[in-house]
């Protein structure tokens, strides 16, 4: 999942986020390094990506785009994700996806110390870029994989990711289908996995979840 839906999944509890956040680049052990509320967000990214990655119908929408762009198709399936998450916000929560957006956004300014070096041009590039608002649209979905493929290391062996907005649109209902069928089992196995690690947290995860 990209970062719309990992922020979603940490159910509005700062240090649930922060550690969602800093799950982009904290590696192997190191997230024992953090107080156990952050360390719990850091392991809450990892598991939704592995949840994600080895899910059947993850892997029904991953396939539309494999053969065009192989390995890098998930990194498709991400931010496509993201972009049926906001379409359909009245499905999961009743805060207006603007008032959402402000919220993470206001945390990322407020997490320069927080941050590792490796972490800020993508923090900074997530803001100025407003890139939960390019989510939105079809258009700045395009505009995203076009970047991400202008900043991948190994953009010289694969084709620009930009270009599956053309399968996007031509399997546009299908893929949507597919992602209103995944993401409750997604939040669900969320749910679980922080009030597991976090007990103290079951009400924050339960009131957040009220709001539907």
Aim: charged content about 25%; some cysteine.
């Amino acid at each position: 999942m990209n970062i719309v839906a990992h922020q979603f999944l940490s159910f509005n509890i700062p240090d649930i986020q922060i550690g969602n956040i800093l799950g982009e680049v904290v590696r192997g052990k190191d997230y024992q390094n953090y107080p156990q509320s952050i360390a719990t967000g850091i392991l809450l990214h990892r598991h939704i990506d592995s949840f994600t990655d080895s899910h059947p119908i993850v892997k029904e929408t991953t396939s539309i785009f494999h053969k065009s762009y192989g390995k890098f198709a998930p990194i498709i399936t991400d931010v496509i994700y993201d972009y049926f998450l906001i379409k359909n916000w009245h499905l999961f929560y009743k805060e207006p996806f603007y008032d959402f957006k402000n919220s993470c956004y206001n945390l990322v300014n407020s997490l320069e110390i927080l941050v590792p070096k490796n972490l800020e041009v993508f923090l900074i590039s997530l803001i100025n870029d407003d890139w939960f608002d390019k989510y939105k649209s079809l258009e700045g979905i395009e505009w995203t994989l076009h970047n991400l493929t202008k900043r991948s290391k190994f953009k010289h062996l694969i084709q620009d990711m930009g270009y599956s907005i053309k399968e996007i649109y031509l399997q546009e209902k299908n893929i949507e289908n597919q992602f209103l069928l995944f993401f409750p089992e997604l939040e669900e196995y969320c749910k679980e996995f922080i009030i597991r690690l976090m007990p103290n947290y079951e009400n924050l995860v339960k009131e957040y979840s009220a709001k539907r």
